[in-house]
């Protein structure tokens, strides 16, 4: 008798190709956190302004600013702000501070789409906390306040924006984002606004833990 063999084809699928197009988007903000910064005027008053263009290393912060604008001007004559970071509900307040400009007159390359108002807290319907370690004020609705001092502004390399770098020296937590006990802030409950290609969005449901993650296992 003849052993007959059978062979098992194995069909291998090769993933689908994706296309990619070549694009020059206006802007690249890509998932960026929002904040409001809190500075001090000349007259001693707070101007508060959203910016998009922020993110964290160690205990430095570095800030993206339009030079021309009145968060700009007051960090370069006194080196104090709050970093103030809105929880994802709050866009709107976010929002009607976007069109504001504290610096007067409005500056030219602003005055198509921005107008004047030295009380932006009020103009926004939040209210202005005292800080502990410096003058400006911190934002009592945010969630987590990062009180800093400037230690660095210089101009970015194309030299249309002010690249600015804060050394954080005090954080204040909503006990509602901390976890019990520690001084983490759970990231189960904290969520920040994120804006998207100049739209805001919150953040989805949690898909893993890094290897580095201090936060202790739910």
Known sequence: MTAVRSATMTISHSP??????TINPSILYFGTPVALLSTENDDGSANLAPVSSVWALDQVVVLGLGGEGQTAHNLAARPELVINLP?????EAVERLAPLTGRHPVPMAKRDRFRHEP?????AGLRAQPS????????????????????????????SFLIVEAHVLAVHADARIVVPGTDHVDPAT???LIYNFRHYFGLGAELGRSFRSETPAG
Not at 16 to 21: D, I, K, S
Not at 119 to 123: C, L
Not at 137 to 158: K, S
């Open 87 to 91: 929880a994802a509900e709050q866009w």
């Open 16 to 21: 689908p190709v994706t296309e990619h197009l």
């Open 132 to 159: 502990r370690c410096v003058r400006p004020p911190r934002v009592a609705e945010c969630p987590l306040h990062l009180e800093a001092r400037v230690t660095r502004i210089h101009a970015d390399v194309t030299d």
């Open 119 to 123: 009380a932006k807290f009020e103009a």
């Open 190 to 192: 904290w969520h920040p």
